[in-house]
């Protein structure tokens, strides 16, 4: 089994997603930077965008994990 959290995912489940365990990975060390950036700097703020930014790195890992493909870069928004 593996663990997501404080929960484990059944073997069935974490056999469709290969890549469940590395996605947890990554999304503990996004909190765990989160929380010592908040004690650190004691800015919720800064704490908030660096779990923020450190998540949609987890989030694109992902996606890549799943896809074989890497997300589309959203902050190209081209405006006239």
Not at 22 to 38: D, L, N
Not at 47 to 71: A, D, H, I, M
């Amino acid at each position: 089994m593996v663990n997501l959290g404080l929960s484990r995912v059944d073997d069935a489940v974490a056999a469709k997603h290969p890549g469940l365990g590395e996605y947890a990975a990554c999304q503990s060390h996004a909190f765990m930077k989160g929380v010592f950036t908040f004690v650190t700097v004691a800015g919720s703020v800064v704490s908030y965008g660096v779990t923020r930014v450190e998540s949609e790195k987890c989030n694109n890992l992902w996606l890549f994990l799943e896809t074989g493909q890497l997300p589309k870069d959203r902050s190209t928004d081209q405006r006239s």
